[in-house]
């Protein structure tokens, strides 16, 4: 029996600072419906999908900042959305800010959530590698989550789930291959990732010229070296003046990108993933259990940044 997921990545055009959660999960909705209409399993959604990618203002005023975090999933808005997956039977991977309220200390996090056919969760991530910064810079554009966010305290687990074992990251973990590799050792076979990456934030030109080609290096090197599928979902576009890379894509166990958006908008793409299409990968060249050296691979986990050996050595 072929063991397939049919699954529909549904990147976002812009998402305005004033649109409400109202009007963004009517557009959410449309693409699950479209992604219904296609016979999709599953239905991916960006990063910080319900509203704009708002860590890239220095917020001071905690009313605003919180209005743009969820302190319920689902919540009065976002309901609507797990009763028409139930309705559809479909099931759906969604970003969002996550506040949690514990005693007299609030928690956020940038988190993301797996949902079922029948609109129930069953797997839940929340973001590890923060980029940007925590302090406010003198210029227009931020990157703030590091001010806006704690660093995820879940891990990478995986969720057995639509007949294969799926697993979720967000946006700079992609960067990570220990992002990847941590679930490749727990036998995943497809990657939700959604992102939200900025161009223009005064890195230099070179770097911002290059940002398509690292946001594709990065998903396809992910896949191929855990034998994986991975499904990129993007919010692209000029969003309140900033641009945001689209190329949203599904990537099969080969590095291969066998579906990717054609527009900075609202838009799905679908395919029909065979997850023993990894078969010949994971039984030759990355066997892990064959080929990996972890006794070679300690620095890994006990070294956080670069020391290179003394110079006279
Ligand atoms: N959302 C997110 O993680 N974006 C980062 C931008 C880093 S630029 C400071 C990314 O890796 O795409």
């Not at 129930?120 to 991530?125: C, H, P």
């Not at 990847?180 to 939700?192: A, K």
């Not at 309140?240 to 291969?256: D, K, L, R």
């Amino acid at each position: 029996m072929p063991r397939t997921i049919t699954v529909g990545a549904a990147q976002l055009g812009p998402i305005a600072r004033n649109e409400s959660r109202g009007q963004v999960v009517k557009r959410l909705l449309e693409l699950m419906r479209e992604a219904h209409h296609f016979r999709c399993d599953l239905v991916a959604f960006p990063e910080l999908a319900l509203t704009t990618f708002f860590p890239r203002w220095a917020l001071e005023d905690e009313a605003e900042l919180d209005s743009f975090y969820e302190t319920e999933m689902p919540g009065p808005a976002t309901k609507p959305l797990f009763e028409e997956a139930a309705k559809l039977g479909i099931g759906f991977s969604l970003g969002y800010a996550e506040l949690v309220v514990e005693g007299n200390r609030k928690r956020r996090f940038n988190s993301s959530v797996l949902v079922d056919k029948t609109g129930r969760i069953i797997g839940k991530y929340r973001k590890v590698h923060l980029p940007g910064h925590a302090d406010v810079l003198e210029r227009p554009g931020q990157h703030l989550e590091k001010r806006f966010f704690e660093v995820g305290d879940l891990g990478f687990p995986v969720w057995r789930g639509f007949g294969g074992i799926l697993g979720m990251c967000i946006c700079n973990d992609r960067r990570w291959p220990e992002t990847y590799r941590v679930m490749g050792l727990q036998g995943v076979e497809m990657i939700l990732l959604g992102y939200n990456s900025p161009v223009g934030l005064g890195d230099p030109y070179e770097l911002d010229a290059l940002e398509p080609f690292h946001n594709h290096l990065v998903m396809q090197s992910g896949a191929y070296q855990n034998a994986t599928w991975v499904v990129g979902v993007a919010k692209a576009g000029m969003e309140e003046g900033f641009n945001m890379i689209g190329q949203t894509c599904i990537i099969a166990p080969s590095g291969e990108i066998v579906a990717q958006c054609a527009t900075m908008g609202d838009e799905l793409v679908i395919r029909k993933c065979d997850l023993d299409f990894a078969k010949p990968y994971r039984a030759d060249i990355f066997n892990f259990a064959a080929h990996r050296r972890p006794e070679h691979y300690g620095l890994i986990t006990e070294r956080t940044g670069a020391i290179p050996p003394p110079e006279d050595r």
